[in-house]
């Protein structure tokens, strides 16, 4: 089934007088969610009981757990020293996702600095094939690593740069945040057949089962000449990509991903309306069968 949730925290969640993450899978449950995108983005600081206990709750309310490394990896970095510190941060949260049962831990793969885009690339593969192999001997082979497309230029992390790295294990999911390639493309993502294209670009890269399984980033996003500026509400519609498009898209292809909304501050509330706009594009495509697909609805 497909999923959608948060990244992190809605500012409601506090205002309603709650304190700790253990009380989300709850909440979210009863705003009609089913996944949830715990953030270590600024570190692993989560202690096992609370990961555990988070875990319990994610379990009985069927909220489908991943977690997001830290921003500071660099798995390209030309220092040997941040490059196996980047291999811990990446093992710290596979254990904070053991802890809890989540399936996914996204990471940003690093960036390009002042050298060379292809070294930089070759080193990132190689320190990402490490972590790969440190995490198996640890036991989380079981977790899924899902590098993600990232929204501004010197940071690896283009379509292509992400698929080529899922090509090394098969057990890898591309974390495709449609913001970030809006961006990175300044404004590339206008049309149905934009999207479906990217689609496309992913299934013959890595095949229709990890297609179908997509794990997804959405939001608006503004930009500038260097990619990513800000993220924005879905209903601050001056700035792009437009989800109907997407949702287009994901019916065709019968897909099933974990969309995760990245809205600031209402990441929560806008996750439930990229569902509702998905649902309102699932009747309008059974009410008049195939037809639909190609236009937008009101
Ligand atoms: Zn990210």
């Known amino acids: 089934?497909?999923?959608?949730?948060?990244s992190g925290n809605s500012d409601s969640f506090y205002e309603q007088g709650y304190k700790s993450s253990v009380d989300m899978p709850e909440w979210?449950?009863?705003?009609?969610?089913?996944a949830y995108e715990?953030?270590?983005?600024?570190?692993?600081?989560?202690?096992?009981?609370?990961?555990?206990?988070?875990?319990?709750?994610?379990?009985?309310?069927?909220?489908?757990?991943?977690?997001?490394?830290?921003?500071?990896?660099?798995?390209a970095s030309e220092e040997?020293?941040?490059?196996?510190?980047?291999?811990?941060?990446?093992l710290d949260t596979l254990m904070a996702a053991k802890w809890m049962g989540a399936k996914r831990v996204v990471i940003h793969t690093g960036s390009v600095g002042k050298g060379n885009r292809d070294r930089a690339f070759k080193t990132a593969v190689s320190t990402l094939l490490e972590t790969i192999r440190q995490a198996d001997a640890m036991g989380y082979g079981d977790i899924t690593l899902c590098p993600e497309v990232l929204g501004k230029m010197n940071q690896l992390g283009s379509l292509e740069e992400i698929l080529e790295m899922c090509k090394l294990d098969e057990r890898l999911i591309p974390t495709i945040d449609f913001g970030h390639l809006h961006a990175r493309g300044l404004g590339a993502l206008n049309s149905i057949d934009d999207f479906e294209?990217?689609?496309?670009?992913?299934?013959?890269?890595?095949?229709?089962?990890r297609l179908k399984n997509l794990h997804c980033h959405f939001s608006r996003v503004e930009f500038t000449a260097g990619?990513?500026?800000?993220?924005?509400?879905?209903?601050?519609?001056q700035y792009g990509p437009e989800f109907e498009y997407l949702a287009e898209v994901l019916i065709k292809k019968a897909m099933e991903p974990v969309i995760i909304c990245e809205s600031r501050n209402y990441m929560a509330e806008?996750?439930?309306e990229l569902k509702n706009i998905y649902e309102n594009a699932l009747t309008g495509v059974k009410k008049n069968g195939k037809e639909s697909i190609g236009h937008k609805r009101a």
């Open 270 to 272: 806008d996750a439930l």
């Open 28 to 34: 979210l449950a009863n705003m009609g969610l089913s």
């Open 80 to 90: 040997k020293e941040k490059r196996e510190k980047s291999i811990g941060y990446v």
């Open 38 to 75: 715990y953030q270590c983005s600024r570190g692993v600081n989560i202690s096992e009981s609370t990961a555990r206990k988070l875990g319990e709750n994610a379990w009985a309310k069927d909220i489908f757990l991943s977690v997001h490394a830290p921003y500071y990896i660099n798995m």
């Open 227 to 237: 990619g990513e500026k800000k993220h924005w509400r879905i209903f601050d519609d």
């Open 1 to 6: 089934m497909i999923r959608f949730g948060p």
């Open 197 to 209: 294209k990217v689609i496309i670009t992913i299934e013959n890269a890595i095949g229709y089962d």
